[in-house]
């Protein structure tokens, strides 16, 4: 299939690992220039070199998305180098949980200011470029908790929450414009958060991911291509009467569509 991306700027936050990493690699190969970025240059300029190396046109700075100097400062730098923007992709964030009582007033601030002030923050600088293209698309990463949180699943539940609403409300504002806003609700997906988390328990990835596999329906955890794959599609020709919506990516586990 023909996803329409040959020439497309896309922008992707998170992009040197998991997910972000994944999407980029596969949307620099269907023609896409891509902007990455993260808080590491080290990690920015390895994933640089894989898409460049695949043939791909990047162009990857360190930005720390819960900054709002930081987003503008790489917004610009994308219109500048590449003359626009055509795709966002709003991945950064970490899977911050804890209980109630025990989480202070920082940490919640933390998680807001990456996830939903990040997003909006992407949003807002990258939609008059997208105007000005003749349409766009948005895609914010969520997660299935958002719709229906466990104990002690805040705040990453509650900002992720804050995606599907703004999610939904970007979409009706500027669907005039051709600018397409979609979310998708992750389940557990192989990341390198859960493998900093196991390899500090002094457990295998195996096992790690073994266990982790035993309550879902498709009794494993996702790949982050899986993931990246559904983006691009998202991102593409093909999806061109989708926003709006939610896709659970998440192997069966949710309760709920």
Known sequence: MEFGLKGKVAVVTGGTEGIGKATALTLAREGAK?????????????????????????????????????????????????????ILVNNAGTSKRGKFLELTDDEWAADLELKVFGAVRCSRLAIPHMKKRGGGRIINITISGAKQPGAESYPTSVSRAAGLAITKALSKEFAADNILVNTICIGKIKSGQHERRFTKDGISADEYYGKLGKDIPMKRAGEAQEVANVITFLASDAASYVTGTSINLDGGISGVL
């Open 34 to 86: 891509v902007a990455i970025c993260a808080r590491g240059q080290p990690l920015l300029d390895a994933v640089a070199a894989e898409i460049t190396k695949a043939g791909g046109e990047v162009l990857a700075l360190s930005a720390d998305m819960s900054k709002a100097a930081d987003v503008e400062r790489f917004i610009n730098e994308v219109v500048k180098r590449f003359g626009g923007i055509d």
